[in-house]
């Protein structure tokens, strides 16, 4: 089965700063989209940014970019300048594109900020 | 546009009660899940459905059943609950294998 894993329980950056948040994943398949989810107090999931594994441009949102390390399996957050609004609960997630339907989620990273 | 919509937002069940929670979709997507997360953890499928009339297992379905009749509605059921089963609980859906858009939970707690 596929495994996500958030090896940062909690983060923590000072407002206006840049923090980084991991993931790795562990697929056999070649073909996959990734996620970042946001989960703030109101326990709402709000999609962060969304990435195809075909695609080798990192995806970019707004504050939000990934570095995403196909042969390392890896698929870090870099949230840029970072506001009050960002502290939240930040999982990574992964389904495969071809095969299955399930989606995999990571165990989530709480981010603080620090005003 | 409602977008994902669950009830109840909050249930207090006793040891050995049922219940079935609601889910509804306004988006005519043809995937919805059934997620719990437990205290500190991510989210772990229960069930899902890729389509009115199929329905499959997830990760941890045992306790649970589901059914989809239309392609809106997607409830989930508790037969005999148990205080294991205290969760919250997260319906989502999508378009195929894009994005997921999820409701905003149901609360459950079983004493």
């Known amino acids: 089965a596929q495994t996500v894993t958030q090896s940062q329980p909690e983060m923590s950056v000072q407002e206006a700063e840049t923090v980084t948040l991991s993931c790795t994943y562990d697929?056999?398949?070649?073909?996959?989209?990734l996620f970042w989810y946001k989960q703030p107090p109101s326990r709402q999931m709000i999609l962060v940014i969304r990435q195809e594994a075909y695609k080798q441009q990192n995806a970019t949102e707004n504050r939000f970019s990934v570095n995403f390390q196909k042969a390392a399996k890896s698929f870090s957050l870099k949230i840029s300048d970072s506001q009050l609004g960002d502290a939240a609960m930040y999982f990574c997630a992964y389904v495969a594109a071809n095969t299955g339907n399930q989606f995999y989620f990571g165990t989530g990273t709480s981010l603080t900020v620090i005003p | 546009n409602a977008g994902v919509t669950q009830t109840p937002k909050f249930r207090i069940l006793k040891i050995g009660q049922s219940m079935t929670l609601q889910c509804a979709q306004d988006m005519n997507h043809n995937y919805m899940y059934w997620y719990r997360q437990d205290p500190g953890m991510g989210l772990k499928l229960i069930y899902y459905?890729?389509?009115?009339?199929?329905?499959d297992k997830g990760e941890v379905p045992n306790g649970y059943n589901v059914s989809r009749s239309t392609t809106e509605d997607f409830p989930l059921r508790l037969e005999l609950a148990a205080p294991s089963q205290t969760s919250v609980y997260f319906c989502?859906?999508?378009?195929?294998?894009?994005?997921?858009?999820f409701g905003p939970g149901t609360r459950l707690t079983v004493t």
């Open positions: 459905s890729v389509g009115a009339g199929i329905t």
């Open positions: 989502a859906s999508s378009y195929m294998k894009s994005e997921q858009y």
């Open positions: 697929t056999s398949e070649s073909d996959y989209y």
